[in-house]
């Protein structure tokens, strides 16, 4: 079965600076689809970022970027000039593409301060 | 707006009830998920339908069902509720014909059992 592990329950940030949330995730296929979402204080799940396993190069959304590690099973999630509109949930998530559902890891809280 | 529709969006009831929590997927969009989120949790994957048939179960109680009808909405049945069922109940659609996995969620329907 696939797991996705979020090992960071709570960080926090000031305002312009950077913060990089990881996850790793644990599967046997070669194939595979990762995303982060953000879930604000509304509970509205928005997703921020998606990468594609065969694709080598890390995918990129305005200030969020990730850093995708294929043999370490490794999906971070970087944040630039963080803004007060950040402060949410953050989860990672991973599909096999044949699952026919998203695994979600517990998420972080992410707290952007003054 | 994801375009996924979820009715009703808050929902109290008392224990040993029944409830049918609805959906109305994007336009286009053949696959209906749903997610149990509780308190401060992660998601948890219940139910995947497409097209009207049923395609992956998660850890979904067997006091819980689901269907997806011709129209493609699809509801979301509880019974027997216990305080425990308490939770953010999320529906999301794709068009799963497997080139974005990204899943578009609904606002949620948040259930309270007293």
């Known amino acids: 079965?696939?797991?996705?592990?979020?090992?960071?329950?709570?960080?926090?940030?000031?305002?312009?600076?950077?913060?990089?949330?990881?996850?790793?995730?644990?599967?046997?296929?070669?194939?595979?689809?990762?995303?982060?979402?953000?879930?604000?204080?509304?509970?509205?799940?928005?997703?921020?970022?998606?990468?594609?396993?065969?694709?080598?190069?890390?995918?990129?959304?305005?200030?969020?970027?990730?850093?995708?590690?294929?043999?370490?099973?490794?999906?971070?999630?970087?944040?630039?000039?963080?803004?007060?509109?950040?402060?949410?949930?953050?989860?990672?998530?991973?599909?096999?593409?044949?699952?026919?559902?998203?695994?979600?890891?517990?998420?972080?809280?992410l707290q952007v301060t003054l | 707006d994801s375009g996924v529709t979820q009715t009703p969006k808050h929902l109290i009831t008392a224990t040993g009830q029944r409830v049918t929590l609805r959906c109305s997927p994007r336009s286009g969009d053949l696959s209906v998920y749903w997610y149990q989120q509780s308190l401060d949790q992660g998601l948890q994957f219940l139910i995947h339908y497409y097209n009207g048939e049923e395609r992956a179960k998660g850890n979904i109680l067997e006091r819980f069902s689901a269907q997806q009808f011709p129209d493609l909405h699809s509801e979301l049945n509880l019974s027997s509720l216990e305080l425990g069922d308490s939770a953010l109940y999320f529906c999301a659609s794709n068009a799963n014909e497997g080139h974005s996995r990204e899943l578009f969620f609904g606002e949620g329907s948040r259930l309270t059992v007293l």
């Open chain 1, 1 to 109: 079965a696939q797991t996705v592990t979020q090992s960071q329950p709570e960080m926090s940030v000031q305002e312009a600076e950077t913060v990089t949330l990881s996850c790793t995730y644990d599967t046997s296929e070669n194939n595979y689809y990762l995303f982060w979402y953000k879930q604000p204080p509304s509970r509205q799940m928005i997703l921020v970022i998606r990468q594609e396993a065969y694709k080598q190069q890390n995918a990129t959304e305005n200030r969020f970027s990730v850093n995708f590690q294929k043999a370490a099973k490794s999906f971070s999630l970087k944040i630039s000039d963080s803004q007060l509109g950040d402060t949410a949930m953050y989860f990672c998530a991973f599909d096999t593409g044949t699952a026919s559902k998203l695994t979600f890891g517990t998420g972080t809280r």
